[in-house]
């Protein structure tokens, strides 16, 4: 059972250390095609922001997000990889930042092809954040199983 709960965290976490190590290949001067394709998409969002709660998002270079995007997936994808929670928390963290950003499915026409592609990979997104959750439920659990075990049991005479 050890050996296939880790290749199943190291086939989970090749999605984000891949990911991670195409944006580090790609960063150049300006962050890369991946900054490049978060500009237009950021804008959107706070205008979303902006129009429906009256908030607004303070300034921010999108290469600085694209670093913290890659260490969010890189680090938080090997440390998943050993079965650390703190790995899961990072992956948990990105998706959640980037998946209503990324992938907008609802600012497209629902008879659109972009609409299509974008809710699939939405779609794509939470269901690897339900397999996150299910992993910490999980972790959690097992502690708890295990602390419930190990109580001093004692002897009778």
Known sequence: MGFLS???????AAIFILAAWQKVNDFGEDGGGAAKALIPKIAIFKSHLHNTLGLDLPEFQTKHAMMVAIALEGIGGILFIFGSS???HMLLLFLAAVTPIMHDF????FSSPDYVLHFMQ?????SLFGALLFFLGMKNYNIK?????KSIKTKSA
């Open 122 to 126: 939405f779609l794509k997104n939470l």
């Open 106 to 109: 609802y600012n497209y026409d």
């Open 6 to 12: 880790f290749a199943g965290r190291v086939l989970f």
């Open 86 to 88: 703190l790995g899961a």
């Open 145 to 149: 199983r295990m602390n419930r075990t």
